[in-house]
């Protein structure tokens, strides 16, 4: 394990996955910073910690067999860049999935994400979706 893959912001992004491969949300409330905002490019919206628990929860109802492979990570004063491919079986048509997606997390002080910027492909990630 390299230092980098130790770093703590990365081990936020390690909690983030676990919690989206797993389907279960709960940890996020401890990752995020309370008023924490998660954005996503293809929809130009921002959302709560709440809300964006609720769409992790809803990814089983759309993709099985889940991991992020392909991670490449850039730390930075106060962040972490990492760069994935969401691979997976589309539940609907049993179709393979492969979900480039870049995320720019922001940290505070006290060790908690402040806000991430989530950028995907917007075609790739309405054909997830039943």
């Avoid at 703590?8 to 910073?33: K, M, T």
Wanted: aromatic share 6%; proline share 3%.
């Amino acid at each position: 394990m390299t230092d980098e893959t130790r770093h703590p912001h990365v081990q936020l992004l390690d909690r983030i996955i676990a919690a989206a491969q797993a389907g279960d949300a709960s940890d996020l409330y401890d990752i995020y910073a309370e008023d924490a905002v998660i954005w996503h490019n293809h929809d130009n919206a921002e959302q709560t910690v709440a809300e964006n628990a609720r769409l992790l929860e809803k990814m089983p109802e759309w993709v099985r067999d889940r991991s992020y492979d392909d991670r490449r990570i850039q730390l930075f004063d106060g962040g972490v860049v990492q760069q994935h491919v969401l691979r997976g079986v589309h539940i609907r048509t049993g179709e393979p999935v492969e979900l480039h997606a870049c995320v720019v997390v922001q940290v505070d002080d006290q060790g908690r994400i402040s806000r991430l910027d989530e950028y995907l492909d917007s075609k790739q990630a309405a054909s997830l979706r039943p």
